[in-house]
């Protein structure tokens, strides 16, 4: 019943920005982490960024100082500011929540993919 809804993805130009945006729904259910995973073609998905259980955010090497996470937790809503995107940066990009479900249900939630090109 927990759906993960992203958007914000697209094709730039090296240098360029996107920010990418997770909205979770549902009931019943509480959030332990919740950040962004991608995999780029022939390649195995990696953590970019996400929010801990304590609230404090880590980054993947490649991505400190160019990539912020943010939430709004109103709207149970995180982003990801995207900034001097490089073409490695090419992948499919995946929204990730581990929760809580009815006090003592953990598992993973998965968004469907957000494409993000970034030629050169």
């Known amino acids: 019943q927990v759906q993960l809804v992203e958007s914000g993805g697209g094709s730039v130009q090296a240098g360029g920005s996107l920010r990418l945006s997770c909205a979770a729904s549902?009931?019943?259910?509480?959030?332990?982490?919740m950040g962004w995973y991608r995999q780029a073609p022939g390649k195995q998905r990696e953590l970019v960024a996400v929010f801990t259980k304590s609230g404090s955010t880590q980054y993947a090497d490649s991505v400190k100082g160019r990539f912020t996470l943010s939430r709004d937790n109103a709207k149970n809503t995180v982003y990801l500011q995207m900034n001097s995107l490089k073409p490695e940066d090419t992948a499919v990009y995946y929204c990730?929540?581990?929760?809580?479900?009815?006090?003592?249900?953990?598992?993973?939630?998965w968004g469907k993919g957000t494409l993000v090109t970034v030629s050169s």
């Open positions: 990730n929540t581990n929760i809580t479900m009815r006090v003592f249900y953990a598992m993973d939630y």
């Open positions: 549902g009931s019943g259910f509480s959030i332990n982490t």
